[in-house]
């Protein structure tokens, strides 16, 4: 092969390679660039709601499944007021012993043994300092024995429990919120301060649930201003009216006076619902 010859093969060459690297080059360019990933969607996982068993065997009316909210009104009552009157009257008769033993001591009347008996039992249940007097003694204890007005316990009853469809209610008949203080007593509240150790308690009956309101009521330091008032309701013999004893809960919520004033409303846009019996 001549030089010429060689020379102008070198050229073909050359001028090939040029022709070839820059789209070799720009193919490595978009081989080295990373691939984009499909986004893979996660599915986000189902939360079972285990249905919480009722902690007693009484047949409660789904009240949350009643639309119509005059008949919402007729049940809850009527499912309520029972125990309230039964309960009240319980309390009307222990009433009625002290009543008795007031004026026995009154009259220098001795005591029987069975006196002796009632009156123990009764200051150890409602909270009366052993060491008054007899007669002081007494008199405490007819501070605290009384009724509660039907209107006031059952409109309690309905804003406490949302009308009956509140967990505390469905679960332990707690229509209340009342609280205890020992482990297991009740159901521990889904919004309780940490360090805190009250549940809201569960009852195994209607009666007991509103036995145990009332006994608070009638022996709770937090209660007092509520007990003088109905005393003096008793000694100006005026009724037991729930608008006027309401005034003596404030303590009862965190609201204080507004939660009076919304019980009070309850009672008057609620008239039609309950019987009153205030004496």
Not at 116 to 138: C, E, N, R
Not at 262 to 279: G, P, S, V
Request: hydrophobic share 40%; charged share 25%.
């Amino acid at each position: 092969m001549n030089q010429q010859n060689f020379l102008g093969l070198i050229c073909l060459t050359l001028l090939g390679l040029g022709l070839i690297a820059p789209f070799t080059f720009l193919k490595l360019e978009q081989a080295t660039q990373p691939v984009e990933q499909p986004v893979v969607k996660k599915t986000p996982k189902k939360v079972i709601k285990i249905a919480e068993k009722p902690l007693h065997d009484v047949n409660l009316p789904d009240f949350a499944k009643i639309r119509d909210v005059k008949e919402k009104k007729r049940r809850f009552f009527s499912f309520i007021k029972p125990a309230v009157y039964a309960e009240n009257k319980k309390i009307l008769a222990s009433r009625a012993q002290v009543e008795r033993l007031i004026e026995q001591l009154t009259l220098e009347q001795p005591f029987s043994a069975e006196d002796d008996a009632i009156v123990a039992s009764l200051i150890t249940k409602y909270k009366v300092s052993k060491k008054f007097s007899l007669l002081k003694q007494l008199y405490e204890l007819q501070l605290k024995i009384d009724v509660i007005p039907p209107a006031l316990v059952l409109v309690q009853a309905a804003n406490e429990s949302a009308w009956g469809t509140s967990r505390f209610a469905r679960i332990g008949l707690n229509f209340f919120g009342v609280w205890c203080y020992s482990e297991g007593c009740g159901m521990v509240p889904g919004s309780r301060n940490t360090g805190a150790k009250h549940e809201v308690a569960a009852y195994s009956s209607l009666r007991e649930g509103v036995g145990r309101y009332l006994h608070n009521i009638n022996t709770h330091s937090a209660y007092k201003v509520f007990r003088l008032i109905r005393s003096q309701l008793r000694e100006q013999d005026q009724p037991l009216a729930p608008e006027i004893l309401a005034t003596g809960l404030t303590a009862y919520s965190e609201r204080g006076a507004d939660y009076v004033l919304e019980l009070t409303e309850m009672i008057r846009h609620n008239r039609q619902y309950f019987a009153i019996n205030t004496k």
